[in-house]
């Protein structure tokens, strides 16, 4: 391989990273996982992307695409293969002033994105984290504190840059290759390198944003309240219900409802969240007006040897309430998952199902369950979570993949369901039919799931 990264070195304006060469321990590792590469190339170009590509291809390595860096599943890294990390291609402009078009590198994060479009007073739908990368979210969904209002990160992409496993630059659109932008809306890395997307914007002001906690002996009555009260808020109205923290008490930990209310107008903003604060006794409240972008938290890096399990599902109307009654149980007991439920529905659910690869527009609520610890720590607490997931199993459907530590056939199995996947698969045929895209939750070209597997 010696001679061909020679090669490559000719060709690549980027830096090309070797173990032994003082960056290799940080470059090599992303946010949540460790790996050994034979290399880390970051680029600093579409060019360098193309030639990158060609060589990994070339070789025969496995290829790992990082944006931010922060898959659970760890598809940032991998050992003795290639890692191409977009962190150069972060740049964030406007290109349309009057139709509000972003463009943003594939290597950008949505921090960046949020401090540089505040001056213009513009906001894209995006996630609640400043240093997650906007392709990893982007192109599996996106569901953020504008989602209910805006809908999901990815459906406000309306044009991408995508090299192939070719090492072709392709344009997505609606009017060039419009399967390829279908697929890539919700289909993931599967399908080449997203070198710069173009999304549509909005005009934005200060949003209210905050928590709202209560005792974790209200969880059952709040959560309920919580969730028959979104079915009917203002869109501008997004939440998260947080709860069984392991860092604030585990079962004794408060509930604590995230709101963010798009608007500036306090009597508007009151009017909407006050119906959450008379679910329970309030015991902290600090929702506060704040810049769209201030609601984007940094979020922390584990430190070497913990990890991180997450697990997601989505749920509909009417298995809500019984989610909710296991979901309130478990965060009572001793050794629960932390558990996050998020509200979704609004424009979301006004998309039609075929429009984007995103499979589950119809679901009411997401859910995750984490649990974080040391390996020995992780392994011990997985038969109760199995156990935990066994009786949920009967009433919830797919999974969120930007939220799964996984990806096992069921997995992205959950994620695709049949007909997408199939179709999925015939995209994948065109761009990539030999797989070089295969780190993340992957969508064979050649073999289709069983029937079996999709839900």
């Not at 944003?209 to 209560?214: D, K, S």
């Not at 993340?440 to 073999?447: A, E, G, W």
Request: aromatic content about 6%; hydrophobic content about 45%; charged content about 20%.
């Amino acid at each position: 391989m010696s001679s061909a990264l020679e090669t490559l070195r000719r060709d690549f304006g980027g830096d090309v990273i070797e173990s032994g060469a003082a960056e290799y321990t940080s470059a090599s590792r992303s946010v949540l996982a460790s790996g050994s590469p034979a290399c880390v190339l970051r680029p600093e170009s579409v060019g360098d992307v193309r030639a990158g590509v060609r060589f990994a291809a070339g070789a025969g390595l496995p290829l790992s695409v990082r944006g931010g860096g922060h898959s659970f599943a760890g598809f940032g890294t991998n050992d003795g293969g290639v890692v191409i990390d977009l962190g150069k291609l972060a740049n964030v402009e406007i290109i349309d002033k009057d139709r509000h078009l972003v463009r943003i590198g594939g290597g950008a994060t949505w921090g960046r994105v949020g401090a540089a479009l505040a001056p213009h007073g513009l906001a894209i739908s995006a996630g609640d984290t400043m240093g997650v990368g906007v392709g990893g979210l982007t192109l599996t969904g996106g569901i953020g504190w504008k989602v209910r209002k805006y809908g999901l990160a990815l459906d406000n992409v309306v044009t991408a840059e995508v090299v192939t496993a070719g090492g072709e630059v392709v344009r997505a659109s609606a009017e060039e290759n419009p399967e390829l932008l279908w697929a890539i809306r919700g289909g993931g890395g599967n399908f080449g390198i997203v070198t710069a997307f173009e999304f549509a914007a909005h005009p934005t002001t200060d949003v209210f944003h905050g928590r709202i906690a209560f005792p974790a002996s209200e969880a059952a009555t709040v959560l309920q309240g919580w969730a028959d009260y979104l079915r009917t808020a203002p869109e501008e109205l997004t939440s998260v219900a947080e709860f069984a923290s392991p860092f604030a008490g585990g079962p004794e930990a408060p509930v604590e409802i995230r709101v963010a209310f798009d608007g500036d107008e306090p009597e508007l903003a009151a009017k909407a969240i006050d119906p959450i604060r008379r679910l329970g006794t309030v015991i902290d409240d600090d929702v506060a007006l704040k810049p769209y972008a201030d609601t984007l938290v940094d979020g922390a890096t584990p430190p070497q040897g913990i990890h991180l399990v997450t697990r997601s599902a989505f749920v509909d109307k009417e298995s809500v309430p019984e989610v909710l009654r296991i979901l309130a149980e478990v965060g009572a007991a001793k050794g629960s998952p932390l558990i996050a439920v998020r509200s979704v529905g609004g424009a979301v659910s006004r998309v039609p199902d075929d429009a984007t690869a995103y499979a589950h527009r119809q679901a009411e609520l997401m859910f995750v369950t984490t649990i974080v610890g040391p390996q020995p720590v992780v392994e011990a607490a997985r038969p109760a979570l199995e156990s935990i997931w066994t009786r949920l199993a009967p009433h919830v459907s797919g999974a969120y993949a930007n939220f799964l530590a996984s990806a096992a056939e069921e997995d992205v199995a959950a994620i695709y369901p049949t007909q997408t996947y199939e179709r999925l698969a015939a995209v994948k045929r065109q761009y990539d039919p030999g797989n070089l895209f295969a780190r993340n939750h992957n969508v064979r070209p050649q073999q289709a799931l069983r029937t079996s597997e999709a839900v």
